[in-house]
Nanobody, 126 residues
Framework: QVQLVESGGGLVQAGGSLRLSCAAS????????VGWFRQAPGKEREFVAA????????YYADSVKGRSTITRDNARNTVHLQMNSLKPEDTAVYYC???????????????????WGQGTQVTVSS
């Protein structure tokens, strides 16, 4: 069993930055891809970014591409999502998730992930 805990969310003005972190415990996740998703009120959960097990491949939703960077530290069982130039439409609860595989093509699909954290709130004011 894996437990995922997100941190780093908060209230920030438009144009600001946040660094979200996802810490895993219970077992190593170094062989699994990790993804970030977000869910705004009244909307479905959507893909934000993902990183392969080695960190060699990264994927981003078009809405955050160029503004976000996902990295991982397998020695510390952590994954980070650096988000810059934040916009009000980035406001959502952000979730990290552990994928079933280390490398995959369906990284944007919810059902490719077996474990989810509780989420961290990101609020961007205009």
């Amino acid at each position: 069993q894996v437990q995922l805990v997100e941190s780093g969310g908060g209230l920030v003005q438009a144009g600001g930055s946040l660094r979200l972190s996802c810490a895993a415990s219970g077992r190593t996740f170094r062989y699994n891809a990790v993804g970030w998703f977000r869910q705004a009120p009244g909307k479905e959960r959507e893909f934000v970014a993902a990183i392969s097990w080695s960190g060699g491949s990264t994927y981003y939703a078009d809405s955050v591409k160029g503004r976000s960077t996902i990295t991982r530290d397998n020695a510390r069982n952590t994954v980070h999502l650096q988000m810059n130039s934040l916009k009000p439409e980035d406001t959502a609860v952000y979730y990290c998730a552990l994928a079933r595989l280390g490398v995959m093509s369906d990284y944007a699909e919810l059902n490719a992930y077996d474990y989810w954290g509780q989420g961290t709130q990101v609020t961007v004011s205009s």
